[in-house]
């Protein structure tokens, strides 16, 4: 049995993000041999103390080369790869001890799938934000009002909590265009922008065959959903001044306190024939 239709002011967000990116490509044969004589240099005490000069020209035989192996190596620094000890950065990486040379733990991935990241670029994203459903659009959702009606949620209580790892989630489920192919993230910033759209939603308030407060949104299943879940809150605060005792709510706000509880009201019937609430 439907008792009444209320009109519920839901926060939209809308949000930037700077999304920093590489492509994943193979390493040159110089890189490769960097990464495995710096895991070495470790393992083997010879090798370790031997530098990078020395280890091409003397063991490996390859002379004439200097100027594109130190910007293999400066290459793998300037990633991230491979990490350098504070007291060797006066002198030249290719007259270094080789033990100074580390694989990070990024660099430790990338060796064991023989790959490597290109320089990193930054691209920029938006998104709007629902609260309902904990998720992202890129569209901007209709009939959005600047002011909220009467009721409404608190704009604090349904922010987005983590909005960069919510980001980066929505990016790998549904790339852009700048993340087609062998893509990867590094690292997303995002920021929610100050100024609050406001949703309205018609929730259809009914009473079930078992006699429980049941909130409805035509043609939104994900906010009947995410109201079900907090129905007994919603109702305790303000929908039974206006079914029970008859009191028209005016500019009630749901606060964060008010949507701790998720257990469900049930309407019955009093000794005097009339309507209280029961929290189970």
């Known amino acids: 049995m439907k008792l009444t239709t209320l009109h519920v002011g839901v926060p939209i967000f809308w949000l930037q993000a700077s999304v920093e990116h590489s492509v994943v490509r193979k390493p040159t044969v110089f890189e490769r041999m960097i990464m495995r004589l710096s895991r070495r240099g470790i393992e083997n005490s010879a090798v370790g103390n031997a530098t990078l000069r020395t280890a091409f020209e003397d063991h490996l035989g390859a002379n004439g080369i200097p100027r594109l192996l130190e910007s293999s190596a400066n290459e793998l620094l300037r990633l991230g790869i491979v990490r350098r000890a504070d007291s060797s950065r006066s002198a030249s990486i290719l007259d270094q001890p080789i033990r100074t040379l580390t694989l990070s733990p990024a660099g430790q991935e990338f060796y064991n799938r023989n790959t490597l990241p290109s320089h990193p670029t930054r691209d920029a994203v938006e998104f709007y934000y629902l609260p309902w459903s904990n998720s992202l659009v890129n569209e901007r959702p209709s009939r959005l009002a600047a002011s909220p009606p009467d009721l409404a949620f608190d704009v604090r209580a349904l922010a987005p909590r983590d909005p960069s790892s919510l980001v980066r989630a929505t990016l790998t489920e549904q790339p852009p265009r700048f993340l087609r192919g062998e893509s990867r993230i590094v690292n997303v910033e995002a920021d929610v922008d100050d100024t609050v759209s406001w949703l309205t939603l018609d929730v259809d308030l009914v009473v079930s065959a ?40 005016s500019e009630v706000v749901f606060s964060t306190d008010e949507m701790r509880s998720l257990t469900r009201l049930e309407l019955v019937e009093s000794a005097l024939g009339a309507r209280s609430a029961v929290v189970h």
Do not use: F
């Not at 299943?221 to 028209?248: F, N």
């Open 210 to 249: 078992e006699g429980y407060l049941e909130l409805h949104v035509a043609g939104n299943k994900a906010a009947t959903d995410w109201l079900t879940q907090l129905e007994s809150t919603i109702v305790q605060a303000t929908l039974l001044k206006t079914v029970v005792s008859g009191e028209a709510p």
